[in-house]
Structures are given as structure tokens and as C-alpha cells.
């Protein structure tokens, strides 16, 4: 099994001029982008960094950070992903959780100077160096080293280094986080292996060939950016579109402008290419699939997906700890891709858990685990957190709470932290949020839990209003009432915001919202 780098190293010789990469205007072809990451191999090769050290990298997501990703590949270095969105606490944290000895980023990230950053990490961690990079690690751009320009590596006498030090398919390539919607993030550890076997299903799938045109929307680092982004486009030698930052309009045009064929978005961003002006305007016939999930895929909104586009949606169910333990494809009927999480995949050896971590596999009902070739290894050195993460024979847990019918057919009644337990009675903030997303002035839709001193605690719906409108939550009420929806799932307060907040994952951030919420029970308004 050959490494992510070798397989580059294989399309540079075999198609150098096919593209590997567009991101706005910039193009990087197969030649490129194995020249690239030898480039900046030789720079890392002269830190005088050791084996198995990790690399953090801080890049916006276009072709450079995928560069970054394989030249830390080949000097056997592993990459710590820090997503795009990251704030200082974030940035500290993984620094210092992971030990990282060499950070790479632009000179300044979302308003903060990282020189001063790295000084204090220098201070009291192990960050010995700072490499800043402009642009996107084109060839011959300056590259700083601890603040004085690099020197140009030797690349004819770089490749018998990296047969020595290149990273082997099972050994820890990339440290990444969760998506940190509340505290700080955990570390999860990922080989590259544990990827190839998710390709091999995504192929079977999505039916996916080397003459599909991906667009990834999902930032690298995470769990569902790796796959649709790093590692299947370049198994199959495919170009990827990338959208250093998000906005509906621009994934539009760049469906239109270069035929796309396979698109991976979270709930959150295809719902807001729905409801884009400008999806009407725009030829997508390229369109064939879509690749979902991340949050609760909403019927209605799916199903509108797939009629105005002629895509399916299909999604994986899993977690970036768990890889996947159930998935749609192509063949599935409209009713279980888009009402299910699809079939459970059999060699993960799905079990599911009651609360006091009993097998109720038999019940249909609980808490999946897992155990199989698409598990990571965990969170890295954190014997606490995987001490709840793994059971004691060995299960991954997802934390969700699903049911599992005769047929195999997987479905997410909810997060286990997601339900709002109202006079005893759990409800399902998924089907909440489903419900309110069909009134026609919501985008976008979270319902959390808020405190209250009768009922222990309420429905409270955050919703995104569609430019303006002003729904009230009278108005929202009788809606979900003429559509015959249980009065358990009515909202009891309605908070109207421009904008749902984001966690660095792209998913709604809900620990944000749920700290409003409780804010707001104590009367902050």
C-alpha cells in the first residue's frame, strides 16, 4: 500500500499537467503539487526536526495546506490540523496539547499576530520554530524560517531522505480536533489506512471515478474534509475545488464554471445553496452526488436538494473518532437515503448501548458502538477522555442515541447531549429543528435547551431569518400546527438572529447558543 505521497508522486509522473487543485483563481496541477511538498520538505529537513515530531499547520483552506499535509508526510513528521476558525485559546491549546515542535501559517491569522503568539509558546511549551508562508507554498515564494528567509533546499538529494523518513500508511499521520462546539478540543489521531478503507467505500458508494470533478466545502482538517478533500480525489488522480472561505453564491458558480460532479457539504451549507437566489440561475447539471451529514439531514430540504439538481444525497453516519458505522449509495431508495443513515457497514460490527453500557443491540434502541478498520486511535494522550470515548472490551461510542431495524437501517434519533428534557419527556432537538425549517422566513434552525424552574427545562429555537423577515413565534406556532406537527416539539421561545453562529467545523454552534440560552433564562433578555 502505497503513502498519499507516493501516490502524488506517481500522477506527477503519469499526468503532471492534469489538475490537482483550483481554488479561485489558482490552479495546481499533479507536478506541481509533488514539487511543491518536495519543496518544503527539504525546508522542514534542514529544522533538524525528529521523527513522529508534529507539525501544526495554519492555513487557509486552498492548495496549501494539503502541501503542507504531504511535505509533513514525507520528512515523517506528523501534521496537527488547526481548522481555519480556530481563535487564540484554540490555537494555545493545540499547540500546547500536542507539543507541537514547528508551526506553519500565515504572519497573521484572523487578526492575530502570531509572532507574538509563537514568542509566548516559545517561552513556556516545546514550539521551536515558525515557518510563514504566503500564497499557497507556490515555488520560489519566500518562505520564512523563524524570521529570516529560507534557504533553498537541494531537491536532487532530497529523495533518499524521504525514503527514509516518508511515513508509512499505518503510522499516525495527522493530529486533528474536534470541532470544538464546547470547551476546548480533543485530539484525535488518524493513519491513513483507516482513510484508504474509507475510500474504498466512498467509491462504492457514490459510484466515483477518476473523471469526477470534486468540490469539497468542508475545511481540511476535520474528519470529512480529509476524505473528500486529502485522500479520495487524490486515490483516484481527480481535481478538487476548494473554497478557502464559504458563501453559497461562490459554490454556485464554481459547480457551474467546472462541472462539478461530486459535492461534499454539510446540512448547514447545502441548505443555504438552497436558499440562494441564485441557485436557479445557475447550470448544474454536472451535479450527480452530493455527500452529506455532520448534523441532522432535514427530509424536506434534502428531497428539494435532489429535485431542483437531479443529485442524490448520500451521507456516511459516524463521528471523526468512529470513521463510519452506516452509509447510503447511489442504489438505496429515496427513503432511505434521505429518512435513514443507511445501512450499518457490516465489518464494523456495529452494537448499541444502554446508559449503563449494556448491549441492547436486540432492543433496536441506544447508543451505537463500534469496532473495525475505520476507528482512529483515539484522542491523543488523553487516557481520560478515551476512558469515555472506548468502552472497557473495546467499543468506540459515538454519543449518539440511535435505532437499528431488522434490516440494518440506521437511524439518529438525536445527540445524547442534544435533548431538551421537558417535565421528564425527551425531545428530539433534530426533529424540532426539522419542523421549524419548514416555515417559509427560516433558513436555518437550532433548538437548545432553556432552564426553566417548572418544567426543569423548554424548547428554545434559534432560527436564522431569511433577509427581511421578521417570523414570530405565534406565527411559527400556527404553522407547525396547520402542518400537523406533535405540540411536543412547538417551541416555547424563539430567538430570530441574522446569523447562526458557526463552530470550526462549519456546524452550528450549539454550546455557544446553549450558553444564550441559559443567559437568557436568568433574564439577560
Known amino acids: ?128 520554530h515558525h515557518l510563514v508562508v504566503e500564497a499557497e507554498l507556490d515555488e520560489g515564494a519566500p518562505l520564512l524560517v523563524d524570521g529570516a528567509a529560507a534557504a533553498e533546499p537541494d531537491l536532487a538529494s532530497l529523495d533518499e ?38 475510500h474504498e467505500l466512498a467509491v462504492e458508494a457514490g459510484e466515483l ?32 475545488v476548494l473554497l478557502a472561505s464559504f458563501s453559497p453564491e461562490e459554490m454556485l458558480r464554481r459547480i457551474e464554471e467546472h462541472r462539478v460532479s461530486v459535492l461534499a457539504a454539510v446540512s448547514t451549507q447545502f441548505i443555504m445553496l438552497l436558499n440562494s437566489p441564485e441557485l436557479g440561475q445557475r447550470d448544474l447539471s454536472s451535479l450527480r452526488v452530493l455527500f452529506t451529514g455532520g448534523e441532522a439531514v432535514p427530509y424536506e430540504r434534502a428531497a428539494e436538494f435532489e429535485d431542483r439538481t437531479g443529485a442524490r444525497v448520500l451521507q456516511f453516519y459516524g463521528s471523526n473518532e468512529t470513521g463510519a458505522l452506516s452509509r447510503t449509495t447511489t442504489r438505496d431508495s429515496r427513503e432511505v437515503r434521505l429518512r435513514s443513515a443507511g445501512r450499518v457497514i457490516e465489518e464494523m460490527q456495529v452494537r448499541l448501548f444502554d446508559e449503563e453500557g449494556r448491549d441492547v443491540t436486540r432492543s433496536g434502541r441506544g447508543q451505537p458502538g463500534c469496532r473495525g478498520r475505520l476507528t482512529s486511535r483515539g484522542y491523543f494522550e488523553d487516557p481520560a ?36 428534557i421537558r417535565g421528564g419527556k425527551n425531545v428530539s432537538a433534530a426533529e424540532v429543528e426539522s419542523a421549524a425549517s419548514t416555515h417559509p422566513d427560516i433558513a436555518l434552525a437550532a433548538a437548545v435547551a432553556m432552564p426553566d424552574p417548572v418544567f426543569g427545562e423548554r424548547v428554545c429555537l434559534y432560527a436564522e431569518r431569511r433577509p427581511g423577515a421578521e417570523p414570530s413565534l405565534e406565527e ?50
Not at 17 to 38: D, F, K, M, P, V
Not at 489 to 505: K, T, W
Open 1 to 128: 500500500m502505497q503513502a498519499l505521497s507516493e501516490v502524488i508522486d506517481a500522477h506527477a509522473a503519469a499526468r503532471p499537467t492534469q489538475l490537482a487543485y483550483l481554488e479561485g483563481n489558482q490552479t495546481l496541477s499533479w507536478q506541481g503539487y509533488a514539487r511543491r511538498s518536495q519543496r518544503l520538505a527539504g525546508v522542514l529537513a534542514g529544522l533538524g526536526l525528529a521523527r513522529g515530531e508534529r507539525l501544526a499547520v495554519l492555513l487557509p483552506d486552498g492548495p496549501g495546506v494539503h502541501i503542507a499535509y504531504v511535505a509533513a508526510e514525507k520528512m515523517g513528521l506528523v501534521a496537527v490540523g488547526i481548522g481555519p476558525r480556530a481563535g487564540a485559546a484554540e490555537l494555545r491549546h493545540l499547540l500546547g496539547t500536542t507539543r507541537a515542535a514547528a508551526l506553519i501559517s500565515r504572519a497573521t491569522h484572523r487578526d492575530l499576530d502570531l509572532a507574538a503568539t509563537v514568542a509566548e509558546l516559545r517561552a513556556t511549551g516545546e514550539l521551536r
Open 209 to 240: 471515478t477518476d473523471n469526477d470533478v470534486f468540490l469539497s466545502a468542508l475545511p481540511a482538517p476535520f474528519g470529512f474534509g480529509i476524505w473528500t478533500g486529502h485522500v479520495t480525489p487524490t486515490l483516484l488522480g481527480s481535481p478538487t
Open 476 to 525: 411559527l406556532v400556527a404553522h407547525l400546527e396547520a402542518r400537523g406537527v406533535s405540540v411536543e416539539l412547538f417551541p416555547e421561545r424563539l430567538v430570530l438572529m441574522d446569523e447562526l453562529p458557526r463552530s470550526s467545523g462549519g456546524k452550528i454552534a450549539k454550546g455557544r447558543l446553549r450558553e444564550d440560552a441559559r443567559r437568557r433564562a436568568r433574564g439577560g433578555s
Open 385 to 420: 477522555a478515551n476512558a469515555k470515548l472506548v468502552t472497557a472490551d473495546g467499543w468506540m461510542l459515538t454519543g449518539d442515541l440511535v435505532t437499528l431495524d431488522a434490516e440494518g437501517v440506521l437511524r439518529v434519533v438525536d445527540r445524547v447531549a442534544d435533548f431538551i
Open 161 to 198: 531522505t524521504v525514503k527514509q523518513r516518508r511515513l508509512a500508511p499505518q503510522e499516525i499521520f495527522l493530529l486533528n480536533s474536534t470541532s470544538g462546539t464546547t470547551g476546548l478540543p480533543k485530539c484525535v489521531v488518524h493513519d491513513q489506512s483507516r482513510w484508504f478503507a474509507f
